[in-house]
């Protein structure tokens, strides 16, 4: 089993058992909003923020690999300059390199032909604009590699989406006649907001049936730096992995990419 499938299984069973909320409504006879909230979820394994990191090490040192054997395949000397460059900022492409003042080290592409860089260049977040920047693919393996490298093991936490489904229960006492959601990707910690529901009281119980609400919605692991926000999702990890799997199968036709592991779904 590969790093992204074992992640993948280890979410799976851990949002699917382990993450709950609660929300009894208080049945004062008129309509009124219930805010629905997360309990504490569980500390899930602290493995998982060593193999995620793992992994992300394996996806960077594959695109840095890449660009020393493009080098190479050119009768170049990659010395120890080459790097898969990541930017999201044009200017500081422009200058590191495109227009790199000679008195500096090499550029970290010396040695790759114009139709390479220009491939690398197209697949560069910068092309976005600014607040996507953060999201893109590269720009997220470039974060989470400069944590895991240099400051600390990722964190793991749950994100929730917004619910999929509200009802109450038993049915024939109340109904829900509006329904707020927050918006995706709020993590899940003990008093978070999930969503908010207007109920309306069709009739109150008075035989000691207990009224709750039920929500069914979508949660996934995400990973980050201790004490910011998560830097990508479960998700988001895979679509870096078809990223770099498409940068090294369009400029390295045939290259062995089960380093990788298996492709998202």
């Known amino acids: 089993m590969d790093l992204y499938d074992l992640i993948l299984e280890?979410?799976?069973?851990?949002?699917?058992?382990?993450?709950?909320?609660?929300?009894e409504p208080e049945m004062a006879?008129?309509?009124?909003?219930?805010?629905?909230?997360?309990?504490?979820?569980?500390?899930?394994?602290?493995?998982?923020?060593?193999?995620?990191?793992?992994?992300?090490?394996?996806?960077?040192?594959?695109?840095d690999h890449l660009v020393y054997d493009l080098i190479k395949d050119n009768d170049e000397d990659p010395g120890t300059h080459s790097q898969?460059?990541?930017?999201?900022?044009?200017?500081?492409?422009?200058?590191?390199?495109?227009?790199?003042?000679?008195?500096?080290?090499?550029?970290?592409?010396?040695?790759?032909?114009?139709?390479e860089l220009a491939v690398i260049k197209a697949a560069q977040p910068l092309h976005l604009k600014g607040k996507k920047r953060p999201?893109?693919?590269?720009?997220?393996?470039?974060?989470?590699?400069?944590?895991?490298?240099?400051?600390a093991i990722h964190i793991v936490s749950v994100s929730a989406n917004a619910p999929t489904i509200i009802t109450y229960e038993p049915p024939g006492f109340v109904a829900a006649m509006k329904i707020k959601y927050n918006k995706p990707g709020v993590l899940v910690a003990a008093g978070t907001e999930a969503a908010r529901v207007k109920r309306h009281v069709i009739r109150i119980p008075h035989d000691g049936t207990e009224v709750i609400v039920r929500m069914v919605g979508r949660a996934?692991?995400?990973f980050g730096e201790p004490g910011k926000p998560p830097i990508a999702t479960l998700t988001e990890v895979g679509q870096i992995i078809e990223s770099v799997r498409g940068l090294i199968l369009g400029l390295r036709p045939g290259a062995d990419l089960s380093v990788l592991g298996r492709p998202p779904e």
């Open 29 to 63: 006879g008129t309509d009124e909003w219930d805010v629905l909230r997360w309990d504490e979820p569980p500390e899930s394994d602290p493995l998982l923020g060593v193999i995620v990191g793992e992994l992300v090490h394996d996806l960077r040192s594959a695109l």
């Open 220 to 222: 996934q692991f995400a």
């Open 84 to 115: 898969f460059p990541i930017y999201d900022n044009e200017s500081q492409w422009v200058d590191d390199i495109e227009d790199r003042d000679p008195t500096r080290k090499p550029s970290p592409v010396l040695g790759v032909s114009a139709d």
């Open 10 to 23: 280890h979410s799976a069973e851990f949002v699917k058992e382990k993450i709950t909320y609660t929300a």
């Open 135 to 151: 999201r893109h693919p590269l720009m997220q393996l470039h974060r989470m590699s400069n944590v895991d490298k240099h400051r």
